[in-house]
């Protein structure tokens, strides 16, 4: 189920209107490796 | 350009940073794939220069990256490439936002992280960006968080929340994961004295609206 969740999200994303493709969004997280921890973040234009 | 996260990921809440500089690894497009971003930070040059803002309260943090020019990317001089495709095909525009005041209780969302914190490692890649749906469970107005019914783990916080906005079946950013909601369990054995507090993850996370966000890149030196 959870699987079917993904590509319907992934499927609904290439009919964005924004620049991100359905491979972009699903993907646009940025992990971040800060001492000895990690956590995630994200890219923004203007 | 800019890198958002929590500021918890970057510092303590004494605001000392856990390193003078951190590590950025982004995918292309199919993350399955070996093509990716790294970059080295510094910082603390990025704080002298006005680059680098954060709130502590609000757990917020921005950082500017970089700039486009002539359609090239002219990086800050505290950002270090050490692989690059020489393009970023994951940015989200900022345009593409919903207010808290735009949201609904109900709405759809989903956050992309890094929850490598989770186990099974052996299975899956947690290198990798994992997806995961929920909806907006409550909007609280008084303290302007957006409580999310949606499991989220260490390793989560700072990543993107995305909302299926209902009236056009697009998607906008509306925040970020800051921590996930604990259900503490308390017991005492009063017999012998004994007490014990149990903390599990609810499966509601807060999230960080987007208006906070908005907030301290206005303040990013230009």
């Not at chain 2, 690894?25 to 070996?34: G, I, L, P």
């Not at chain 2, 916080?157 to 906005?165: A, M």
């Not at chain 2, 906008?172 to 007490?195: C, D, R, T």
């Amino acid at each position: 189920m959870k699987l079917v969740y993904f590509f319907a999200f992934l499927s609904l994303l290439s009919f964005n209107s924004f620049s991100q493709t359905q491979e972009d969004a699903g993907s646009s997280a940025v992990l971040i490796h800060a001492g000895g921890g990690s956590g995630s973040g994200f890219y923004i234009y203007d | 350009m800019s890198l958002i996260t929590a500021c918890h990921v970057l510092m303590d809440q004494n605001q000392n940073l856990y390193s003078d500089s951190i590590l950025l690894v982004s995918y292309k497009k199919n993350s399955q794939t070996d093509s990716k971003d790294s970059f080295r930070v510094s910082l603390l040059t990025a704080l002298k220069l006005k680059m680098f803002k954060y709130d502590v309260k609000t757990d917020v943090a921005v950082l500017s990256f970089a700039s486009s020019t002539n359609g090239g990317i002219d990086y800050l001089p505290f950002v270090t490439k050490i692989s690059s495709t020489g393009t970023f095909l994951n940015l989200w525009p900022i345009s593409a936002i919903k207010k808290i005041n735009e949201l609904k209780t109900l709405d759809e969302i989903y956050t992309v992280g890094y929850p490598k914190s989770l186990s099974l490692t052996r299975n899956f890649d947690f290198n990798r960006p994992l997806v995961r749906k929920g909806i907006i469970a409550g909007l609280d107005f008084t303290t302007n968080k957006i409580i999310a019914d949606c499991p989220t783990y260490q390793g989560n916080s700072g990543g993107i929340v995305i909302l299926v906005f209902p009236v056009d079946m697009k998607y906008y950013i509306i925040g970020l994961v800051s921590q996930f909601v604990p259900f503490e369990e308390h017991w005492k054995n009063e017999a012998y004295g004994y007490s014990n507090t149990n903390v599990y993850n609810s499966g509601y996370s807060v999230i960080v609206p987007i208006d906070f966000i908005l907030q301290q890149l206005s303040l990013l030196g230009k």
